[in-house]
């Protein structure tokens, strides 16, 4: 069993700052890519950001600049800091990991049940 688990949702004012966490856990043999996409009310789960277990990074033209994933693979984790966030940015925030499992040759990409972001004043 592998579980991703997300924490660090909240309620931010405009210009604020928020730092999300994901922690994998189970029986992982080893993690491949590793990533944070979003869901906003009425819209379709976007990508927002991946990382490669090698550091290699990607983004959403609409947080460049102000969003930075990292990942610590000794711990499993992946982190999304999010600065200077836009009311645009309110969504769940879900993260999700390309696994592989002790004891299988392949890998699954799972996911985390997501944590809420909402910026308002």
Known sequence: ??????SGGDLVQPGGSLRLSCAASGSISSI??????RQAPGKERELVAVISSGGSSNYADSVKGRF????DNAKNTVYLQMNSLKAEDTAVYYCNADIRRVGSNRFFTHWGRGTQVTVSS
């Open 1 to 6: 069993q592998v579980q991703l688990v997300e």
């Open 68 to 71: 930075t994933i990292s990942r």
């Open 32 to 37: 491949n890519a590793m990533g944070w996409h």
